[in-house]
Protein backbone atom coordinates (compact mmCIF):
# COMPACT_ATOMS: atom_id res chain seq x y z
CA UNK A 1 0.00 0.00 0.00
CA UNK A 2 1.03 3.31 -0.91
CA UNK A 3 1.67 5.66 2.05
CA UNK A 4 0.89 9.41 2.35
CA UNK A 5 4.19 10.75 1.99
CA UNK A 6 5.37 8.33 -0.47
CA UNK A 7 1.68 10.01 -2.64
CA UNK A 8 3.28 13.61 -2.03
CA UNK A 9 6.60 12.20 -3.47
CA UNK A 10 5.25 10.90 -6.87
CA UNK A 11 3.05 14.20 -7.11
CA UNK A 12 5.92 16.53 -6.99
CA UNK A 13 8.03 14.59 -9.12
CA UNK A 14 4.77 13.97 -11.57
CA UNK A 15 4.26 17.91 -11.29
CA UNK A 16 8.15 18.50 -11.86
CA UNK A 17 7.73 17.11 -15.46
CA UNK A 18 4.70 18.95 -16.80
CA UNK A 19 5.29 20.61 -19.81
CA UNK A 20 8.45 18.82 -20.83
CA UNK A 21 7.31 18.28 -24.37
CA UNK A 22 6.90 14.68 -25.67
CA UNK A 23 10.08 13.05 -27.46
CA UNK A 24 10.94 9.90 -29.09
CA UNK A 25 13.19 7.79 -26.46
CA UNK A 26 13.56 10.50 -24.13
CA UNK A 27 13.87 11.11 -20.65
CA UNK A 28 14.87 14.80 -19.97
CA UNK A 29 12.62 16.84 -17.99
CA UNK A 30 12.25 19.91 -19.40
CA UNK A 31 13.85 18.84 -23.21
CA UNK A 32 11.77 15.55 -24.01
CA UNK A 33 10.01 12.38 -22.52
CA UNK A 34 8.26 9.33 -24.14
CA UNK A 35 5.60 7.77 -22.52
CA UNK A 36 7.16 4.97 -20.74
CA UNK A 37 10.76 7.34 -20.05
CA UNK A 38 8.34 9.70 -18.55
CA UNK A 39 6.65 6.66 -16.20
CA UNK A 40 10.17 5.49 -15.06
CA UNK A 41 11.42 9.22 -14.43
CA UNK A 42 8.84 10.06 -11.99
CA UNK A 43 8.98 6.89 -10.38
CA UNK A 44 13.15 7.23 -10.14
CA UNK A 45 12.22 10.50 -8.47
CA UNK A 46 9.62 9.82 -5.84
CA UNK A 47 11.91 6.87 -4.93
CA UNK A 48 9.44 4.59 -5.40
CA UNK A 49 11.65 2.54 -7.81
CA UNK A 50 15.42 2.46 -8.14
CA UNK A 51 17.44 2.94 -11.29
CA UNK A 52 16.62 0.41 -14.01
CA UNK A 53 17.30 0.27 -17.44
CA UNK A 54 14.61 1.43 -19.66
CA UNK A 55 14.82 0.54 -23.04
CA UNK A 56 13.74 2.48 -26.15
CA UNK A 57 11.60 1.15 -29.46
CA UNK A 58 10.49 3.04 -32.76
CA UNK A 59 7.19 5.27 -32.12
CA UNK A 60 6.16 2.55 -35.28
CA UNK A 61 6.38 -0.21 -33.24
CA UNK A 62 2.26 0.49 -32.90
CA UNK A 63 1.76 -1.98 -35.88
CA UNK A 64 3.39 -5.24 -34.03
CA UNK A 65 1.48 -7.70 -32.72
CA UNK A 66 3.49 -7.07 -29.12
CA UNK A 67 3.83 -4.87 -26.49
CA UNK A 68 7.64 -3.42 -25.71
CA UNK A 69 5.91 -1.62 -22.76
CA UNK A 70 4.30 -4.36 -21.31
CA UNK A 71 7.60 -6.38 -22.08
CA UNK A 72 9.90 -3.86 -19.99
CA UNK A 73 7.81 -4.16 -17.23
CA UNK A 74 7.06 -7.66 -17.23
CA UNK A 75 10.71 -8.54 -17.52
CA UNK A 76 12.28 -6.23 -15.21
CA UNK A 77 10.51 -8.13 -12.10
CA UNK A 78 9.64 -4.43 -10.72
CA UNK A 79 5.90 -5.11 -11.12
CA UNK A 80 3.28 -7.32 -10.40
CA UNK A 81 0.12 -7.24 -12.94
CA UNK A 82 -3.08 -6.44 -11.21
CA UNK A 83 -5.12 -6.16 -13.82
CA UNK A 84 -4.82 -7.49 -17.54
CA UNK A 85 -7.17 -7.59 -20.85
CA UNK A 86 -7.91 -11.56 -22.08
CA UNK A 87 -5.91 -11.89 -24.92
CA UNK A 88 -7.49 -10.59 -28.04
CA UNK A 89 -9.81 -8.57 -26.00
CA UNK A 90 -10.77 -5.12 -26.74
CA UNK A 91 -12.65 -4.75 -23.14
CA UNK A 92 -10.96 -2.30 -20.63
CA UNK A 93 -10.27 -3.81 -17.37
CA UNK A 94 -11.43 -1.78 -14.46
CA UNK A 95 -9.71 0.63 -12.63
CA UNK A 96 -11.38 -1.03 -9.23
CA UNK A 97 -8.90 -1.46 -6.92
CA UNK A 98 -5.98 0.56 -7.94
CA UNK A 99 -3.96 2.66 -6.44
CA UNK A 100 -1.74 5.62 -7.07
CA UNK A 101 1.64 4.59 -8.39
CA UNK A 102 0.00 2.01 -9.95
CA UNK A 103 1.52 2.09 -14.48
CA UNK A 104 -1.80 1.82 -16.70
CA UNK A 105 -1.09 0.31 -19.80
CA UNK A 106 -3.13 1.74 -22.88
CA UNK A 107 -3.65 -0.31 -26.31
CA UNK A 108 -2.77 1.72 -29.22
CA UNK A 109 -2.73 -1.87 -31.51
CA UNK A 110 -0.97 -3.67 -28.54
CA UNK A 111 -0.40 -1.93 -25.13
CA UNK A 112 2.00 1.00 -26.72
CA UNK A 113 0.98 4.00 -24.36
CA UNK A 114 1.92 3.92 -20.20
CA UNK A 115 0.83 6.79 -17.67
CA UNK A 116 0.79 6.61 -13.61
CA UNK A 117 -2.47 7.00 -11.94
CA UNK A 118 -2.41 10.27 -9.62
CA UNK A 119 -4.34 10.42 -6.20
CA UNK A 120 -8.20 11.36 -6.86
CA UNK A 121 -8.07 9.73 -10.41
CA UNK A 122 -5.93 11.52 -12.18
CA UNK A 123 -2.76 10.66 -14.59
CA UNK A 124 0.50 11.76 -15.87
CA UNK A 125 1.81 11.04 -19.39
CA UNK A 126 3.18 12.57 -22.22
CA UNK A 127 1.53 11.80 -25.83
CA UNK A 128 3.04 12.52 -28.99
CA UNK A 129 2.52 15.99 -30.30
CA UNK A 130 1.60 17.36 -27.32
CA UNK A 131 3.37 17.94 -23.51
CA UNK A 132 3.44 16.08 -20.45
CA UNK A 133 0.47 16.85 -18.40
CA UNK A 134 -1.80 15.53 -15.46
CA UNK A 135 -5.31 14.93 -16.83
CA UNK A 136 -8.09 14.95 -14.07
CA UNK A 137 -9.37 11.36 -15.48
CA UNK A 138 -8.38 9.09 -17.84
CA UNK A 139 -9.43 10.87 -20.76
CA UNK A 140 -12.17 9.69 -22.70
CA UNK A 141 -9.97 8.57 -25.86
CA UNK A 142 -7.66 6.59 -23.24
CA UNK A 143 -10.33 5.26 -20.85
CA UNK A 144 -11.67 2.12 -23.61
CA UNK A 145 -7.98 1.41 -24.66
CA UNK A 146 -7.38 0.20 -20.82
CA UNK A 147 -5.59 -3.04 -21.12
CA UNK A 148 -3.59 -3.35 -17.93
CA UNK A 149 -2.66 -2.22 -14.57
CA UNK A 150 1.02 -3.24 -12.64
CA UNK A 151 1.52 -2.15 -9.12
CA UNK A 152 5.76 -1.87 -7.82
CA UNK A 153 6.19 -4.88 -6.05
CA UNK A 154 7.40 -2.47 -3.28
CA UNK A 155 3.97 -1.27 -3.12
CA UNK A 156 2.42 -4.58 -3.29
Known sequence: MISPTQIAALEAAAQSWVGTPFCEGAPVKGAGASCHHLVAEVLFESGLLPRVPVPNGPS??????????????????????????????????????????????????????????????????????????????IPAIWSNRLSAIWRLKALA
Not at 99 to 122: E, T, Y
Open 60 to 137: NWRGQDRSLIAEWIEASGICVCIAQAAPGSLAPVSLLGAQPGDILGFRVGPLHHAAILLSGGRIVHSISGREVGIAPQ
